[in-house]
């Protein structure tokens, strides 16, 4: 099990409560949602094998497709609808692979989704920009699952092609520096900003 199948389900179970909690109380919002997660868990059921699961490539490329939609567009919310059934019936099919009881693989979507719902419509729940800032973490997160793992394989590769010239250790080291001032330049540029 690599780590980007792991980030996959984390993406599956994050988007779908992030995106459900963006549907309105509408029936129409609440009739996609539920198809989409009906359709989903049957398809899986019916056409997948249990232990291949979906592309994570394609699926985060789909997220963030439809988290960018739900950013540009905050009205339109029949795509962040579909999107949170499908990723919360993607998720179910996930838990299963992973040895979870079907009974329980489903329960922990649906309640998660319903529970997602019934909160947001509280207006104190999550103000527009906390929403706005979730479906961005759900995005960057997605770029991460769709393209991970290329560029890792594409950086193993490069190693390798390196390994006589370089030694990999002052990669190792130089991508830890890079990291490092990353992190602290966006934790000097957020406290700038509160002053």
Same mark, same amino acid.
């Given at each position: 099990m690599t780590i980007f199948l792991q980030a996959f389900g984390l993406l599956c179970g994050l988007a779908c409560v992030v995106f459900a909690t963006a549907v309105s109380s509408r029936r129409l919002d609440l009739v996609v949602m539920t198809l989409g @997660?009906?359709?989903t868990v049957v398809r899986s059921a019916l056409w997948t094998d249990p232990q291949d699961p979906p592309d994570p490539a394609w699926v985060g490329l789909v997220v963030v497709a439809v988290a960018t939609l739900g950013l540009l567009r905050p009205g339109l919310r &029949?795509? &962040?609808a #579909? =999107? !949170?059934? %499908? &990723? =919360?019936g993607l998720w179910t099919v996930f838990l299963q692979t992973q040895g979870l009881p079907w009974v329980l693989a489903l329960l922990v979507p649906v309640a998660s989704? *319903? +529970?997602a %719902? @019934? #909160?947001?419509r509280r207006p104190d @729940? #999550?103000?527009p920009s906390i929403r706005d800032e979730a479906l961005l973490l759900v995005c960057c997160l997605g770029l991460l699952v769709a393209l991970g793992p290329e560029l890792l394989a594409g950086w193993r590769s490069a190693a390798v092609l390196n390994a006589a010239s370089v030694p990999s250790q002052a990669?190792?080291?130089w991508v830890l520096v890079v990291g490092a !001032?990353? %992190? %602290? #330049? *966006? =934790? &000097?540029? +957020?406290? !700038?900003?509160?002053?």
């Open positions: @997660f009906v359709a &029949l795509p &962040l #579909a =999107g !949170a059934g %499908v &990723l =919360g989704l *319903g +529970i %719902v @019934f #909160a947001s @729940f #999550a103000t990669m190792e080291g !001032a990353s %992190v %602290v #330049a *966006g =934790g &000097l540029t +957020i406290l !700038a900003r509160e002053r």
